[in-house]
């Protein structure tokens, strides 16, 4: 026994929490590093785990076993994600980006597939079986780093990654569709059943849960969260998402759909509802922790020494892969009538495998469909093309430029433009954010519509969001003092913040947000004790309504008044 697994034994702490400490503070000083070199963390997540892998630590910690518990940790993750995606997932740009979507989608996954899959049955020889896997997982794109960067390019608004989005809405549907067949293609341990039967069963099952799920959706989740949202406690709201999350993935899996779908479905199932983003602003920090276990786990199946041995095939994978689907989706973008400029960032934007290709290599690994070594060359070029992508995006910006210059890119984008609220909500510039709809915040709201100008209301009754939606008003049910609420409000392009109610210590963390996120915003704030103004001062709020002074000054003019 080493002298590290005697000290860890010797100290009475758990295997698993050792390795647990080793990788959240590994994965920390990793993403120091890559933000300064503004390359993607999902990449360092994976980096950490193959650092992990390589360097004895499992032998030390109890192997395989501890591993094994590290997975089942990071499905809790995956299942977030799934739910999260569910929860994002809008009918309303599906419906107004549908020829994008379904046109666009369709053909990449179609024509990306396709040279996945044959490429992978004929130069690799594998079976069919292995074929469709590889050609799927090859064919996904890792939207969150792509968006990503186009954020950080100043570009999120444009075609090009207007047209990402609408790929990445398709993908998620093709991929739930996917794992829900994806046990029909895998070798099964036991008697083999006939497919038709197999086919019947699922079916069935995927029946009695969409009746359950819709069930759910109309009656059950709007009663519960609307109950728990007037109890104004936060713990109970988080509590209650979790719940809802866990439990309708727990029967997907107890009718054998999977956790996956069943989490998907639960995150449907509130996507059109008012706690929309109040719950993705609970959700989001969980779900990014145990995502982070997820991409730790999967680098842990790296063998390194292997890696290193196959460094040509994993370069050369990772170099057909960016190149061959760069061009196939710029052509697609070019047909769909986008400019060359911006068909190619998208091409580039979609070139490498994404999250849920090393979620289906994960899921299929011990199904035997290929080589150890052939494993490890196709986990190294995913993660490797995913660690390329800011980088080749950032050199497709002068490479289009070049382009435009020699002629090319001159059409206009013909882009569907909804119009609609959701679109609204999106295309927000220079409006005013109104925290609190109270007697002030109505007051406030109905000054600023007079002169002209948008507004967005964050409000925590659900009852009064939802007339505000009804009404065609932008609003958010969520919480001022969530980190995401401020990025859902796209205070980066706002002209004005007010805080209408007098809760200074909410809206001091709230303040601190707004400044981190906007410094140069103007803001207003309202507070009850003079102490409490001064402290909202020296934050950064540049008015702050003092009420004390405001109710002596009107009881003063009242007392006039009144002695004439």
């Known amino acids: 026994m080493s002298a590290f697994s005697l000290f860890a034994a010797g100290s009475g702490l758990p295997p698993l ?65 799934m739910f999260t995606l569910g929860l994002e997932f809008s009918l309303g740009e599906l419906r107004f980006l549908r020829k994008l979507s379904f046109g ?35 064919a ?43 046990p029909l293609l895998l070798p099964s341990s036991g008697e083999a059943q006939p497919l038709l039967v197999q086919i019947g069963g699922l079916l069935w099952r995927g029946l009695a849960f969409g009746i359950l799920a819709f069930l759910s959706a109309r009656y059950l989740f709007p009663w519960v969260l609307g109950a728990v949202s007037r109890t104004r406690n936060r713990e109970l709201f988080t509590l209650t998402v979790v719940g809802s999350c866990v439990g309708l993935a727990f029967v997907g899996g107890l009718l054998n759909l999977g956790l996956a779908l069943g989490a998907f479905v639960a995150g449907l199932a509130v996507s059109e509802s008012i706690y929309k983003h109040r719950i993705l602003a609970e959700v989001l920090p969980m779900r990014d922790l145990f ?43 070019r047909w769909l009538q986008l400019a060359n400029k911006q068909a190619l960032m998208a091409g580039l934007a979609l070139s490498s495998a994404g999250e849920f290709s090393l979620l289906l290599l994960q899921t299929s690994s011990m199904s035997q469909l290929w080589s150890l070594d052939f494993q490890q060359i196709l986990l190294s070029s995913i993660a490797l093309s995913m660690g390329l992508l800011p980088a080749v995006m950032r050199a497709g910006e002068p490479l289009s430029n070049l382009l435009l210059k020699v002629g090319w890119g001159k059409h206009r984008p013909q882009l569907p433009n909804d119009g609609g609220l959701l679109d609204r909500m999106h295309s927000l510039e220079e409006h005013a954010i109104i925290c ?61 913040v007010a805080f209408t109610f007098p809760a200074a210590h909410t809206s001091a963390e709230a303040l601190n947000l707004v400044k981190h996120l906007n410094p140069e915003v103007p803001v207003l704030a309202r507070a009850r004790f003079i102490s409490d103004k001064e402290h909202l001062l020296r934050l950064g709020a540049n008015e702050v309504i003092h009420d004390e002074a405001e109710v002596a000054g009107a009881a003063v003019e009242a007392v006039l008044t009144l002695r004439g």
Request: charge should be negative.
């Open 17 to 81: 929490f050792t390795l647990l400490a080793l990788m959240l503070v590994s994965v920390v000083l990793v993403s120091l590093l890559l933000l300064r070199l503004r390359q993607s963390l999902l990449v360092g997540y994976f980096l950490c785990g193959i650092l992990i892998a390589n360097s004895g630590i499992l032998d030390w910690l109890g192997g395989d076993e501890t591993h094994d518990a590290v997975s089942r940790m990071s499905d809790f993750g995956v299942m977030l994600l």
């Open 104 to 138: 666009g989608g369709g053909l990449q996954m179609g024509l990306c597939g396709a040279a996945a899959g044959i490429g992978a049955v004929a130069l690799a020889g594998l079976g069919w079986q292995a074929g469709v896997v590889l050609a799927v997982s090859l």
């Open 140 to 182: 996904m794109s890792s939207t969150a780093v792509s968006l990503k960067t186009f954020q950080d390019l100043g570009q999120s608004g444009s075609p090009g990654a207007r047209f990402a989005l609408a790929v990445a809405i398709f993908q998620d549907l093709f991929i739930i569709v996917f794992l829900l067949f994806l």
């Open 291 to 333: 995502l982070t276990l997820f991409f730790v786990s999967v680098g842990l199946m790296v063998d390194l020494s292997v890696a290193v041995s196959h460094w040509h095939s994993i370069l050369g994978l990772t170099l057909l892969l960016m190149v061959v689907k760069t061009g196939l989706i710029t052509a697609i973008a």
């Open 436 to 496: 609190g709809y109270g007697p002030v915040g109505r007051r406030v709201h109905a000054e600023l519509a007079n002169a002209g100008v948008p507004t967005l209301i964050i409000e925590m009754n659900a009852d009064t969001v939802h007339q505000l939606l009804h009404e065609g008003q932008p609003a958010l049910f969520a919480d001022a003092c969530h980190h995401e609420t401020w990025e859902l409000a796209r205070v980066e392009e706002a002209a004005l």
